[in-house]
T-cell receptor, first 116, second 115 residues
Framework: GENVEQHPSTLSVQEGDSAVIKCTYS??????FPWYKQELGKRPQLIID?????GEKKDQRIAVTLNKTAKHFSLHITETQPEDSAVYFC???????????????FGGGTRVLVKP | EPEVTQTPSHQVTQMGQEVILRCVPI?????FYWYRQILGQKVEFLVS????????KSEIFDDQFSVERPDGSNFTLKIRSTKLEDSAMYFC?????????????FGEGSRLTVL
């Protein structure tokens, strides 16, 4: 079945430090792994995603790593800033080119607090 | 920048009443979804819709729920007889292509409170 475990549930870091969030998944068919940021009362917004043909992807201060053998992927935020404070959700989706069955399964979320 | 729009932003209803949540997906998108998020919890998939029919639904999406695309722009979620546990934020979403090839865009959400 599809299940995504996300840790930690809360993370408090000092401004300028790094934050790392980890997710594990159970569906070996999963090949697409997006990360969403949700600010309080707002919609989730995609910040970065990775597909199984790469092991790491970076976009400025944000990076994602993927270990398909171990079935886990991680979000790394470097040089954290107060505006990085939000809830972050990992998600997974099997890469199947078909019209039906097109959904994301989300992790439980990590509440990140960046202290100035 | 085009975005998914939802109405109402907040609805309060009595248990047992019918509720319709409305969404206007991004205009050139082909795939439509409803997700829900109970306060403080994760985002949960309800249903996906493509080519004028449901393509997948979760166990949450029971007979009390239905979706419809009544015209070329609106996508609605109906809850026939609301229960207390239906209280949540309901997010409509759309994507231009299959998710692994393109981004899922969420609306701002409709907060449903069932009393």
């Amino acid at each position: 079945g599809e299940n995504v475990e996300q840790h930690p549930s809360t993370l408090s870091v000092q401004e300028g430090d790094s934050a790392v969030i980890k997710c594990t998944y159970s569906d070996s068919a999963s090949n697409y792994f997006p990360w969403y940021k949700q600010e309080l009362g707002k919609r989730p917004q995609l910040i970065i995603d990775i597909r199984s043909n790469v092991g790491e992807k970076k976009d400025q201060r944000i990076a994602v790593t993927l270990n398909k053998t171990a079935k886990h992927f991680s979000l790394h935020i470097t040089e954290t800033q107060p505006e990085d404070s939000a809830v972050y959700f990992c998600a997974e989706r099997p890469l199947e080119f078909k019209a039906a069955g097109n959904k994301l399964t989300f992790g439980g979320g990590t509440r990140v607090l960046v202290k100035p | 920048e085009p975005e998914v729009t939802q109405t109402p932003s907040h609805q309060v209803t009595q248990m047992g009443q019918e509720v319709i949540l409305r969404c206007v997906p991004i205009s050139n998108h082909l795939y439509f979804y409803w997700y829900r998020q109970i306060l403080g919890q994760k985002v949960e998939f309800l249903v996906s819709f493509y080519n004028n029919e449901i393509s997948e639904k979760s166990e949450i999406f029971d007979d009390q729920f239905s979706v419809e695309r009544p015209d070329g722009s609106n996508f609605t979620l109906k809850i026939r007889s609301t229960k207390l546990e239906d209280s949540a934020m309901y997010f409509c979403a759309s994507s231009e292509v299959l998710l692994a090839h393109g981004e899922l865009f969420f609306g701002e959400g409709s907060r449903l409170t069932v009393l």
